[in-house]
Structures are given as C-alpha cells and as structure tokens.
C-alpha cells in the first residue's frame, strides 16, 4: 500500500492544474506571467481572480487528498507518512506533465499539511506568513521563515515524529524551490497604518 500511495501521492501533486485552468477559461500560458511559475498565483495576475481561486483549490486539494487518505483512511500514521506527504509536493516540482519543471506549491504545501494536522498545520504556518509578509520585502525569504517558524513551533510544542520529519523535509522543499531567490540581504518594509509612526530601516 505504501507503494502505492508514494506513486498516486506523486502523479496527484504533478497534474498542473493552474496550467490548465489558465489554458482552459483563460486561452493563456500563465508561465509567460510575473515569474513564470506555473501555480495559481500567475493566474490571479492573469486578472481573472474566479479563476485564480479555482487553480487554488485544486492546487490545495492534490496535496490534501494523499496525505488525508493515507493517514487518516489507510491508518498510516508512523514515518511512512512522510514520504507520502513528499510526493504531491515533489510531483508539483518536477511535473512529469510540463518536463519535469513546476512550481513552488505554496498551496500544495497547505494541503499536505490540513491531510496530517487537520487545521493546526496550516492555521501556524498561515500566521507565520501573515507576520513575515507583513515585515519582510521579500516573499522568498517570508516563505522561508514562515515554515522554520512552523519547525520551531512543533518543537516547542512537542509532536509526534512524522510531523517533525514532514516539516523538516518541507523546510528543505522550499529552500529548495526558492534557492535562486534568497540571495542578498533581508529587507524590511516600511509601513503606516495601524503602526503609524514606525519606520522600519532597510538592512
């Protein structure tokens, strides 16, 4: 069964589904927008934002539906589960459907976790992003830190090993996948509003 779950886990996280839903309702490549990734974030920039919510979905449930059968329907609840929780988002990444080439799948990486934790994976790790968006001018490195922020969190919180091992291997994942992005050095926004008065430096 394990087998079997890695392979259909795989062939579920490499459908690209914002290509096609861009080809489909908006006869266009979304890999020739912003910056060429083919997940849901180009179809959103595409102006279509039904659309964009749509590729959302579907790029979020492929990486729910593995993870949730094996764990929660296939019992599979010890360290097997983190090779399962690796193939959708490998699958995104090397998509056998655009050449081996994918996105980031930030949305992907949502699923997998609801599939393991239910909503405390992606509830923690949206808030870390929220945080680190909101301070940081660069959505790499939020990314980034927004999922060692999510590491840090199952440590203090204590948690059962596939959790710690799925967060230590998606922390890999997207410095993987954001490689090519995290050079340089971090910098701060500057913000109004609610923190009238706060200027932050730029390091």
């Not at 069964?1 to 890695?6: E, N, P, S, T, V």
């Not at 489909?24 to 179809?43: E, F, S």
């Not at 595409?46 to 990486?63: F, H, Q, T, V």
């Amino acid at each position: 069964m394990l087998g079997w779950a890695i392979i259909l886990g795989f062939i579920a996280g490499s459908l690209p589904f914002s290509v096609w839903v861009g080809h489909l309702l908006l006869k266009r490549d979304i890999r020739q927008l912003g910056d060429g990734n083919p997940g849901a974030t180009n179809v959103f920039r595409a102006g279509n934002w039904k659309a964009g919510i749509l590729a959302l979905c579907l790029d979020y449930i492929k990486g729910l539906i593995p993870v949730a059968t094996a764990y929660w329907g296939g019992g599979i609840r010890d360290e097997r589960i983190i090779l399962i929780f690796m193939a959708p988002l490998l699958g995104h990444q090397f998509s056998p459907f655009l050449k081996f080439r994918g996105g980031k799948g930030i949305a992907t990486t949502f699923g997998a976790w609801t599939g393991l934790t239910l909503w405390e994976g992606p509830c923690i790790l949206g808030l870390f992003l929220i945080f680190f968006y909101w301070f940081l001018d660069q959505d790499a490195w939020s990314i980034v830190l927004g999922m060692t922020g999510l590491l840090f969190y199952w440590v203090i919180r204590g948690t059962k090993t596939e959790v710690y091992g799925a967060a230590l291997f998606n922390l890999w994942f997207v410095l993987w996948t954001h490689r090519m992005a995290l050079g340089g050095k971090i910098r701060l926004k500057r913000h109004y509003g609610i923190f009238k008065g706060f200027i932050s430096t730029r390091l």
